[in-house]
T-cell receptor
């Protein structure tokens, strides 16, 4: 099925560093979402973006909805150990079914 | 309040057997979704229920897969004649309504292993 192109696939960083990941698509999406998934759990919504060009923050997280509606990025500032996990972007085109990226696995070295 | 619950949490089955996976959505949520997550992959949409409307089955990979939602609440995903490629984590989500930007809340998933 259709998927978003998410990069990087994995990141290994030092605690305190900033993190950046992004998603691109050949299709337009009306809504972009960023989720975090911990082992053995379902994804949890971090940030939702509803307008092209929108820049939204949630604590140390900042995400933007690309002006073309075909891309989005997520930044995490000053990473901490609990940021470890898999981050997924997801897009909604019409109805509410989500199209997901392949995920970015974040590992933090203390 | 209680979140989305799924059962069983793990299921190991032999190739060719049928399996049923259960999802209890958040009370009052009218929209319910099933997704499949293969190892190291993102989530793949399977099926979507909204109220009493006909479900959107466009993501079901084959006719061996079916789902129903009884009484607008609990849902069961059935996989007949399981194959090894069906091994994955099956995730259920619910949202308040199926239209508009309503957040989807996910359950912990059922890990299915077909031997």
């Amino acid at each position: 099925g259709q998927q978003l192109n998410q990069s990087p696939q994995s990141m290994f960083i030092q605690e305190g560093e900033d993190v950046s990941m992004n998603c691109t698509s050949s299709s337009i999406f009306n809504t972009w979402l960023w989720y975090k998934q911990d082992p053995g759990e379902g994804p949890v919504l971090l940030i939702a973006l509803y307008k092209a060009g929108e820049l939204t923050s949630n604590g140390r997280l900042t995400a933007q909805f690309g002006i073309t509606r075909k891309d989005s990025f997520l930044n995490i500032s000053a990473s901490i150990p609990s940021d470890v996990g898999i981050y997924f972007c997801a897009g909604i085109q019409g109805a509410q079914k989500l199209v997901f990226g392949q995920g970015t696995r974040l590992t933090i070295n203390p | 309040g209680a979140g989305v619950s799924q059962s069983p949490s793990n299921k190991v089955t032999e190739k060719g057997k049928d399996v049923e996976l259960r999802c209890d959505p958040i009370s009052g949520h009218t929209a319910l979704y099933w997704y499949r997550q293969s190892l190291g992959q993102g989530l793949e949409f399977l099926i979507y229920f909204q109220g009493n409307s006909a479900p959107d089955k466009s993501g079901l990979p084959s006719d061996r897969f079916s789902a129903e939602r009884t009484g607008g609440s609990v849902s069961t995903l059935t996989i007949q004649r399981t194959q090894q490629e069906d091994s994955a984590v099956y995730l259920c989500a619910s949202s308040l309504r199926g239209t508009g930007p309503y957040e989807q809340y996910f359950g912990p998933g059922t890990r299915l292993t077909v031997t």
